[in-house]
């Protein structure tokens, strides 16, 4: 899984810095439509497997597709929903989680300093 992390982890930001916050969530969101059970309305092990190519995830064995839907599966109902996706997306991503962090802390340090 180390490979296809490491590509994401290089494109995610930049999507991040192209396309702003919006843009961003928009396009996790049509990741998350691509490869979804649209029967389930989740993403499945099987349903990621059969998509997994429309992503650049198609080298991926099964055990690292199991173990992504593990990772992110935070309800334990062995699936992942929307918000469990974009969530996973974004922990797979160092670089855009330490851009997340800093925006929240200066965002809350400017209402700290309105405040007073």
């Known amino acids: 899984m180390a490979a296809a992390s490491q590509n994401f982890e290089d494109f995610l930001p930049v999507m991040a810095h192209k396309l702003g916050g919006d843009g961003l969530i928009g396009e996790l969101c049509n990741g998350f439509n691509l490869l979804m059970d649209t029967d389930k309305g989740v993403i499945t092990f099987e ?40 969530v996973l997306m974004f ?22 300093k309105a405040c007073h």
Request: overall charge negative; aromatic content about 6%.
């Open 91 to 112: 922990r797979l991503s160092p670089e855009l989680m330490e851009t997340s962090k800093f925006l929240v802390e200066e965002a809350l340090e400017q209402e700290f």
């Open 47 to 86: 349903s990621l497997k059969r998509n997994s190519a429309l992503m650049g995830l198609q080298d991926m064995s099964d055990d690292d597709l199991r173990s992504m839907v593990r990772e992110g599966d935070f309800d334990g109902d062995g699936a992942l929903n929307q918000m469990e996706f974009c």
